[in-house]
């Protein structure tokens, strides 16, 4: 189908995950009757997972039949069928659930459009809080908050102090000789960890410079907050600082990553990762 990649396009997915997240946010009132399920990977999922995966790929397909939907929480197809794909949504239902199990707010909605390999559209929405992230390719980054659209840009570095964002729950131990080489660079490093996407969406809206990820995460996990990121002037790369892909092998793990700002900082000179 012959889609276009524009703001009309952006707010009707921004309402679908909108809705996803009107769903979650009722379970959420309630801690009490959250009942969670162990996977076969360990990862934990509960019915705002369910709940919010069921209203994104229905309300998807109504918009755009013939786009195939891939969610965290839909059945995996083979690389044979997904390498086929040219333009595919890629989904996180609800990203932290963790998060949202311990009550702590830091969960978002996921929902991005791959085209040939790359993020085009993103939304990142927060059940909690009236705000989202959204993007769409060639027009802009912006944080939308009690609906007020403002465009949003990746800060300048500034000098001689870098804000870095980090998991709460993964890649501690290794994140930590990459700190201390930059401290020894003469840089004074302001540390702050947290769940789910939000830490690109910090990045992209000039609040911190750089999230290394030295830990696992799912392409679902990124996808659409690299979108808002790359909108936003950053850029996601592997840790050769190559440009982070989607769907371009059998596994759906991403390699570690660096989500990072300021363009014009001498990223590789600081960030030697292994």
């Known amino acids: 189908m012959n889609l276009t990649l524009d703001r009309a396009l952006l707010q009707q997915v921004l309402a679908i995950a909108e809705a996803a997240g009107e769903a979650i946010r009722a379970i959420y009132e309630h801690p009490d009757k959250v009942a969670v399920i162990t996977k076969s990977d360990d990862s934990p999922v509960t019915a705002a997972d369910h709940a919010a995966h069921a209203i994104i790929v229905e309300r998807l397909t109504q918009l755009t039949p013939d786009i195939p939907v891939l969610s965290e929480e839909s059945d995996m197809p083979t690389f044979e069928v997904r390498r086929?794909?040219?333009r595919y949504w890629l989904v996180d239902p609800l990203d932290g659930t963790k998060e949202f199990i311990e009550g702590s707010g830091e969960f978002t909605v996921n929902i991005a459009l791959i085209e040939q390999h790359q993020p085009v559209l993103g939304v990142v929405t927060v059940p909690v809080k009236d705000l989202a992230y959204v993007a769409v390719k060639g027009t802009g980054a912006f944080r939308i908050e009690q609906g007020q659209w403002q465009l949003i840009r990746v800060r300048p570095v500034p000098d001689k102090r870098l804000a870095i964002v980090g998991s709460r729950r993964h890649g501690a131990e290794k994140l930590?000789?990459?700190l201390t080489r930059i401290e020894n660079s003469g840089f004074q490093v302001e540390m702050a960890n947290m769940g789910s996407s939000l830490k690109f969406c910090l990045i992209a809206e000039g609040k911190a410079d750089c999230y290394p990820r030295l830990g696992p995460?799912?392409?679902?996990?990124?996808?659409a907050a690299q979108a808002v990121l790359l909108e936003a002037g950053g850029c996601v790369v592997d840790t050769?600082?190559?440009a982070l892909q989607y769907n371009r092998k059998e596994s759906l793990l991403n390699p570690e990553f660096?989500?990072?700002g300021d363009p014009a900082f001498d990223w590789p000179r600081y960030l030697q990762i292994g």
Do not use: I
């Open 84 to 86: 086929q794909w040219t």
């Open 176 to 178: 930590q000789p990459v």
């Open 217 to 223: 995460t799912s392409e679902w996990d990124t996808a």
């Open 240 to 242: 050769k600082f190559v």
């Open 258 to 260: 660096l989500a990072l």
